[in-house]
C-alpha cells in the first residue's frame, strides 16, 4: 500500500493569521513549518499503522521548503525544493493520496487564509463550470493516474469543500475560522491524534475511495486578479481568453489543462 500526502502550509494546526507572518522571514514562519510537520509526521504514523509499506511526502507550499526533513518520521521519503508538477512524484503506483495542510478556495466562506494557488494573482478557478479551490485541482489532477484523494486534513471550511466535492473522504478539521486571518484552533496534541486515526482509517478503506474524474473534454477555466497573465495566455494554442481577465482551455486529462493556463 502506497501513500502519496500533498502537503501545504495555510491549514496546519495551529496556523493562523496573514501571509506576511507565516510565509519565508515572517514572525511565524518557524513555528508554522513545526507545527506542519507534526500534522505530516502524525498522518504517516497512522498510515504505517495501518499497514502502510511506504509514504511519499510532498512539500507543497511556496518553495517547498516548508517541511522540517531532520524533524520528519524516517520512514517517510520527503520531495522538496521548486517542482516542475503541482502533484511532483505522483504515478498510477500509488493506492490514495492525503491532503495535509488544505485550505478553502479563493473566496469561500468561514475560511481561513482563504485562496487558490495564489492569493494576489487568481480570483476564480472553474473545473467543467464549477468553482474548485486547490483541493479540487489536486483531487482532478490525481485522477488522471486513477489515484483516488482519501483524506483532507485542514480548517473547517477545506474540509467542507472536500466533502461536498469527493463525498467519500476522510477529513479532519484542526481549526475554525473567526475570520479570514484568525482561527479557533485545536490544541496540536489533539488535533495529531485525530489525524493519526483519520490516516489510519483512509489506509484501511483506500479501496472504497474513488479517483476525481471530471467528465471529458475538460475545461478549466481561470480569472486572473488583472489582465496581464490572461493577455500572455492567449496567444498559446488552445487557450480561448474570455474577458479582459479570464482565460479558458479544454483537454482530455487535467494535466493538459492545467499545464497550459496554471502551469
Same mark, same amino acid.
Given at each position: ?10 491549514? +496546519?494546526?495551529?496556523? +493562523? ?14 513555528? !508554522? ?30 518553495? +517547498?521548503?516548508?517541511? #522540517?526533513?531532520?524533524? #520528519? ?36 466562506? &468561514? ?9 494576489? !494573482? ?5 473545473? &467543467? ?35 461536498? *466535492? *469527493? =463525498? ?14 484568525? !482561527? =479557533? ?18 489506509? =484501511? ?10 467528465? =471529458? ?12 497573465? +490572461? ?33
Amino acid at each position: 500500500m502506497k501513500i502519496f500526502i500533498m502537503t501545504d502550509l495555510e491549514g +496546519a494546526s495551529g496556523v +493562523a493569521g496573514n501571509w506576511a507572518d507565516i510565509d519565508f522571514g515572517g514572525k511565524d514562519y518557524d513555528a !508554522a513549518k513545526r507545527l506542519l510537520t507534526g500534522d505530516v509526521n502524525a498522518s504517516i504514523e497512522g498510515a504505517f499503522e495501518a499497514g502502510a509499506s511506504e509514504v511519499v511526502v510532498l512539500d507543497g507550499h511556496g518553495a +517547498a521548503l516548508t517541511i #522540517l526533513i531532520e524533524d #520528519l518520521d524516517p520512514r517517510a521519503q520527503l520531495i522538496r525544493g521548486r517542482r516542475v508538477l503541482e502533484l511532483e512524484g505522483l504515478d498510477g503506483s500509488f493506492d490514495v493520496m492525503f491532503a495535509v495542510g488544505a485550505h478553502s478556495m479563493a473566496g469561500a466562506p &468561514n475560511g481561513l487564509l482563504t485562496h487558490t494557488l495564489s492569493h494576489t !494573482a487568481i480570483d476564480n478557478v472553474w473545473l &467543467n463550470g464549477v468553482l474548485v479551490g486547490e483541493i479540487g485541482l489536486w483531487a482532478a489532477l490525481a485522477g488522471d493516474y486513477d489515484v483516488p484523494l482519501g483524506l483532507v486534513v485542514g480548517d473547517s471550511a477545506a474540509v467542507c469543500e472536500a466533502e461536498n *466535492l *469527493l =463525498k467519500n473522504v476522510c477529513t479532519v478539521t484542526v481549526k475554525w475560522a473567526t475570520s479570514r486571518f484568525a !482561527a =479557533k484552533c485545536l490544541h496540536p496534541k489533539v488535533s495529531r491524534r485525530l489525524i493519526r486515526e483519520a490516516a489510519a482509517t483512509a489506509v =484501511k478503506r483506500a479501496g472504497e475511495f474513488k479517483p476525481f474524474k471530471p467528465e =471529458k473534454p475538460i475545461e478549466l477555466k481561470v480569472e486572473f486578479h488583472d489582465g496581464e497573465r +490572461a493577455e500572455r495566455l492567449s496567444h498559446i494554442n488552445g487557450v480561448i481568453r474570455l474577458d479582459g481577465r479570464t482565460v479558458s482551455a479544454r483537454g482530455m486529462t487535467m494535466h493538459e489543462v492545467y499545464s497550459l493556463l496554471l502551469g
